[in-house]
């Protein structure tokens, strides 16, 4: 065994979790008549660097660790957990969750088994075994190219993180499942200053790799992208407001339809039916051109796991295929309300939160057209070329996004950039709009957290260029609009 | 000791260990935050008991400095290997870090003691009394309501139910050694209607106290939040447009809660934010009074002390429109050549910023319905979304739904629409102040009116 940090409830740690220890606390859940049980064991080590004003200013750790029990009956969740893995601390826990099903009869003795689990992150050594001075290097190249690009560079922040997250779940059906998932995530960011005007550009990436990803995306890559971005916006012009056609970039707006489609196809929202997805599986949702999946199998992307945080071994989901709604993504709760087996898309934020139906890599295919000719095709509209984040309302789909990098197009060719471009619109008939779809499907860097309920997990988006058929924009040009 | 009075003991006494530790182990400066915490949390959906949770966390924050090198490690495995674990990677990483000439602590001079601490009373013994079953009650009355008040609620993502009771310590080797606890209970209720083509219309309502005799009555916030629901159905959107825009207190806050990040510190000397270099000039109408008051009693943002032990005070923050002080941390004042606002804010991972307390700007004497009925034509905003904003510019737009005011009445629901205006203009062109402001949330503010924005919608 290599590395520093490992969990106690290891093989070799100072508080091994065995099938005997899991069954006697699965069966002490069940004793009050629960229906089914499970355990999360979780240990995670989180490192983060900031680099700003051209030295390390701060590097920080964090170590936290525990075991979440969880107990249901019918449709409640009894949850508990606690911080040490002492057997009484375990013990307390398990006894507090079983109150949910307080009257019930015991179910029968049970055993547990490890499954085997597939392996989707090339790391050969985790980024927080590796020395401090490597990173800081990482950061000081970065630095020293976002100051060398233009003299308009006023600011650098550069930062870096590194996690990783082992977990251990045993569950009363007899599974027990395990993995160890290494996380990193780059970003830069910078301000440029011409006379009184000042912008901002950022840049930055990862997923579940090593540092080796920083020999195909440089540090210097990422300055020189941040710094292009921030320069660009200080000649950006006020948006246009109205309706209009809005071509999205490939890759990184894969986030429109995380938010857009995506939590609608969670399936807690479809089992409550609150969703404007809830009982519409086989109807058309979406124009014919739309193929989205859920894929939680990509090689070291953001969004990829081994194992998802009920035990369950995740699959390539089809969730929209030729625009027809094929089905939603399941947790164990929600495949047992329709009849259907878990596709491993239970998650959590931590051992201190029960899980849930969560997106992994959520991705809209490609199609036939060349990038050039959907540009070509829009008489007035917007490129929408980054996105700093958005929002959906899931029980009717309206969603809100607003752009870090947007440019004016007209009469077939991308002009100004724009600044202060919101798109807000309604997921549903987003999908029903878009016209046209590029052959060049992309992932996106690994930047992205999506948060539900309060609850924060990494993910990964993708997606090739799109053409949406008039969608609004939000901006403050009401004459241009 | 009361039993809370015993829980602060023996976190100052963990702090001061590992203060001392971390010493021995070569740090020059060292300072150890330790939190304990506990909640139960229940949610009811149609009628039905679905998660109750209940448990207690403990962490510990240590932030070291080697000369004047800075690093900060957390951990929530208080066991003597965790211990250890915590304070070896802090001295390693400060090792790493390099040496930041305004990186230190406070003066010793500065410290506050026990006795210049004033009793916020933001500790209600009776919140932690409340039982799993009384708390599943209050939810399940509070969803009743909801479904009692109209037949058009139809379905509901639930009611919740959440007690907290936490202590902390922070104890520095700068000679500061002092604790601080707190309750909290919230009930939100969140119903769901059916509207016009298959959409649905989900709508909200909370109450949130420091006090259990201060929470709102579960019925009463289920009735709110339905007809909050209830209100949006048949909602359309407008034209493209100018016109005078009115913030509930909701939305209000929000659009506080933007100002409040450009105002710290840290975006001022990280030239982050659109009030660089706007101290003593005019950033919003002189109808406009921006305070930070960390003593507020009852208060969810109440502080003794800020996060590096300096005794809080209240901070005029804009007086008649005009910009009268940035909120500052020791580091941030000196990289600005000021004084601490004893606004310091320290994260349980031990990194410390400046944070606002209770941000509130200051009610005026028309009522809400007055404000609206002096409204010829605009947008009233209930709700907003989406994350337009550009601190460094002050560039806004997001989201809205709520209604259109016409001759001074609420009329039909509106949503789909962006509003836009940039922060600093919005806060120069509000031309009218309501008196509903409420402490409910750490940032406060009564409705106010926009003379003037763009809405883009059809």
């Known amino acids: 065994m290599t590395g520093r940090y490992h969990a106690p409830f290891s093989e070799h740690g100072s508080h091994t979790v065995d099938a005997d220890i899991a069954q006697r606390l699965l069966r002490l859940a069940l004793d009050k008549g629960g229906d089914y049980a499970d355990l999360f064991f979780e240990y995670s080590v989180?490192?983060?660097?900031?680099?700003?004003?051209?030295?390390?200013?701060?590097?920080?750790?964090?170590?936290?660790?525990?075991?979440?029990?969880?107990?249901?009956?019918?449709?409640?969740?009894?949850?508990?957990?606690?911080?040490?893995?002492?057997?009484?601390?375990?013990?307390?826990?398990?006894?507090?969750?079983?109150?949910?099903?307080?009257?019930?009869?015991?179910?029968?003795?049970?055993?547990?088994?490890?499954?085997?689990?597939?392996?989707?992150?090339?790391?050969?050594?985790?980024?927080?075994?590796?020395?401090?001075?490597?990173?800081?290097?990482?950061?000081?190249?970065?630095?020293?190219?976002?100051?060398?690009?233009?003299?308009?560079?006023?600011?650098?922040?550069?930062?870096?993180?590194?996690?990783?997250?082992?977990?251990?779940?045993?569950?009363?059906?007899?599974?027990?499942?395990?993995?160890?998932?290494?996380?990193?995530?780059?970003?830069?960011?910078?301000?440029?200053?011409?006379?009184?005007?000042?912008?901002?550009?950022?840049?930055?990436?990862?997923?579940?790799?090593?540092?080796?990803?920083?020999?195909?995306?440089?540090?210097?890559?990422?300055?020189e992208q941040a710094v292009r971005q921030a320069l660009v916006m200080l000649d950006a012009r006020e948006a246009p407001a109205g309706e209009m056609d809005v071509v999205l970039a490939p890759g990184d707006s894969g986030i429109l339809l995380h938010e857009a489609v995506g939590h609608g196809l969670e399936a807690d929202f479809n089992r409550k039916k609150t969703s404007n997805y809830s009982n519409r599986v086989g109807e058309g949702v979406a124009s014919e051109l739309c193929t989205v999946v859920d894929d939680a199998s990509l090689r070291g992307s953001r969004g990829s796991i081994n194992v998802d945080d009920e035990g369950q071994l995740p699959v390539r989901s089809v969730l929209i295929e030729g625009g027809v709604l094929k089905g939603y993504m399941q947790?164990?709760?929600?495949?047992?309300?329709?009849?259907?087996?878990?596709?491993?898309?239970?998650?959590?934020?931590?051992?201190?939160?029960?899980?849930?139906?969560?997106?992994?890599?959520?991705?809209?295919l490609g199609g036939q057209d060349s990038p050039e000719d959907v540009i070509r095709s829009v008489k007035r509209g917007v490129y929408a070329k980054k996105f700093g984040g958005g929002q959906v309302d899931i029980s009717n789909g309206d969603f809100v996004f607003s752009l870090t990098e947007g440019y004016l197009v007209e009469d077939g060719k991308i002009t100004a950039p724009l600044k202060g471009v919101n798109l807000i619109g309604n997921g549903p008939d987003a999908m029903r709009n878009v016209v046209m779809l590029g052959h060049d499907f992309e992932v996106s860097d690994g930047i992205w957290t999506c948060g539900k309920e309060g609850q924060s997990v990494p993910v990964g988006v993708g997606c090739p260029t799109i053409k949406i058929a008039s969608m609004t924009v939000g901006g403050t040009q009401v004459a241009g609009g | 000791m009361s039993e809370v009075e015993e829980d602060a003991q023996a976190l100052v006494d963990l702090g001061r260990s590992v203060v001392e530790r971390a010493i021995e182990a070569g740090a020059d400066v060292a300072e150890a935050g330790v939190h304990n915490g506990s909640h139960l949390s229940v949610k009811v959906r149609m009628h039905e008991p679905e998660l109750v949770e209940e448990a207690g966390s403990r962490a510990l924050g240590l932030r070291v400095l080697v000369g004047q090198r800075v690093a900060s490690t957390y951990t929530s495995d208080l066991s003597e290997p965790g211990q250890r674990t915590l304070i070896e990677d802090a001295l390693e990483l400060a090792r790493l870090s390099e040496s930041d000439e305004f990186a230190g602590p406070p003066d010793p001079s500065e410290l506050s003691s026990e006795s210049q601490w004033q009793d916020l009373d933001t500790f209600d013994e009776s919140v932690s009394q409340i039982s799993a079953d009384e708390a599943l009650e209050h939810a399940l009355r509070g969803e009743r309501a909801a479904f009692d008040f109209d037949p058009r609620i139809t379905n509901s993502e639930g009611a919740s139910f959440t007690r907290a009771r936490g202590v902390s310590a922070l104890i520095t080797s700068g000679g500061f050694a002092g604790s601080d606890h707190g309750t909290f209970a919230s009930i939100v209720v969140n119903p769901v209607a059916d509207d016009e083509g298959g959409k649905k219309r989900s709508g909200y309502h909370w109450s949130a106290s420091r006090h259990y005799a201060d929470l709102e009555d579960s019925a009463a916030v289920g009735e709110e939040a339905a007809r909050r629901t209830i209100a949006q159905l048949g909602a359309k959107k407008l034209p493209t447009q100018e016109l005078a825009v009115v913030f509930d207190k909701d939305a209000a806050r929000s659009i506080l809660g933007l100002f409040a990040g450009c105002v710290l510190g840290g975006a001022i000397w990280r030239k982050s934010s659109y009030l660089v270099d706007r101290v003593g000039t005019r950033v919003a109408s002189d109808l406009v009074d921006i305070v930070d008051d960390p003593l507020l009693p009852r208060a969810p943002g109440s502080r003794a002390f800020d996060g590096e032990g300096l005794l809080s005070h209240r901070n005029v923050v804009v007086q008649n429109g005009v910009l009268k002080t940035y909120l500052m941390d020791t580091y941030c004042a000196r990289k600005l050549g000021l004084r601490s606002t004893a606004s310091a804010s320290r994260s349980p991972a031990g990194g410390i910023s400046p944070s606002t307390s209770n941000l509130v700007l200051k009610a005026s004497s028309q009522s809400r319905d007055e404000l609206i009925a002096d409204t010829k034509h605009g947008l009233y905003v209930t709700s907003m979304m989406g994350f337009g904003f550009n601190a460094v510019t002050g560039d806004f737009s997001r989201g809205a739904s709520g209604f259109l005011i016409q001759d001074g009445e609420l009329a039909d629901p509106v949503s789909e629409v962006t509003i836009s205006l940039n922060l600093d203009q919005l806060l120069q062109r509000i031309d009218a102040v309501a008196d509903d402001l409420d402490h409910r949330t750490a940032i406060a503010s009564p409705t106010f009116r926009v003379s003037s924005m763009t809405l883009a919608g059809s």
């Not at chain 1, 329709?338 to 997106?359: A, E, I, L, Y």
Request: glycine share 10%; proline share 5%; hydrophobic share 35%.
């Open chain 1, 46 to 223: 989180s490192g983060s660097y900031a680099y700003d004003e051209q030295i390390l200013k701060s590097a920080r750790r964090a170590v936290s660790m525990g075991l979440g029990v969880r107990v249901m009956k019918g449709d409640a969740t009894g949850y508990a957990y606690c911080e040490d893995f002492s057997f009484d601390a375990m013990k307390r826990a398990a006894e507090t969750a079983a109150q949910i099903a307080a009257g019930g009869k015991p179910l029968a003795p049970l055993e547990v088994s490890m499954r085997d689990a597939p392996s989707r992150y090339p790391v050969s050594v985790e980024s927080l075994d590796v020395e401090g001075e490597a990173k800081k290097a990482i950061l000081e190249r970065a630095d020293r190219a976002a100051r060398a690009a233009d003299p308009r560079v006023v600011r650098v922040d550069v930062s870096f993180a590194e996690s990783v997250r082992e977990i251990l779940i045993a569950n009363s059906l007899g599974h027990m499942a395990h993995d160890r998932q290494p996380l990193i995530r780059f970003g830069l960011r910078v301000i440029a200053e011409d006379g009184g005007n000042r912008q901002a550009g950022s840049s930055g990436g990862g997923g579940r790799v090593g540092l080796e990803y920083f020999e195909d995306q440089t540090p210097e890559w990422h300055a």
């Open chain 1, 331 to 364: 947790d164990r709760h929600s495949a047992d309300f329709f009849g259907t087996t878990p596709d491993g898309h239970g998650r959590r934020q931590s051992f201190r939160s029960h899980p849930m139906p969560r997106m992994t890599n959520t991705m809209l």
